[in-house]
């Protein structure tokens, strides 16, 4: 499985953007598929994820109610929408995919088989 991450870049905050993650090599619809983020000097975090079928997604409390995952199997594609940015939320943000995944492992980074490079935000207050 590859993956994908693309729609980066910079934004004042308040703002909006929506990052895609492109999936190949398998079917889309076996994966659940989790964004996470690294800020300079951290740790990459879990931002949340979407369960294989779309029925169920998780969010950090931190990103809780401005930011929205979403999924096209029918496309290969996830998303990652993400209102009212601010400048905490500056990162490399990552996809990755799990087949078959346990709900409750999905937060865990080291969780997930699959990762595909990072795109930049970066919020300007």
């Known amino acids: 499985v590859q993956l994908q991450a693309s729609g980066g870049g910079l934004v004042q905050a308040g703002g909006s953007l929506r990052l895609s993650c492109a999936v190949s090599?398998?079917?889309?619809?076996?994966?659940?598929v989790g964004w996470f983020r690294q800020a300079p000097g951290k740790e990459r975090e879990l931002v949340g994820f979407?369960?294989?079928?779309?029925?169920?997604?998780f969010y950090t409390n931190s990103v809780k109610g401005r930011f929205t995952i979403s999924r096209d199997n029918a496309k290969n594609m996830v998303y990652l929408q993400m209102n009212r940015l601010e400048p905490e939320d500056t990162a490399v943000y990552y996809c990755a995919a799990k087949a078959g995944g346990i709900f409750s492992a999905l937060t865990a980074r080291d969780y997930y088989d699959y990762w595909g490079q990072g795109t930049l935000v970066t919020v300007s207050s």
């Open positions: 979407i369960r294989e079928r779309g029925g169920t997604t």
């Open positions: 090599g398998r079917t889309l619809s076996s994966y659940a």
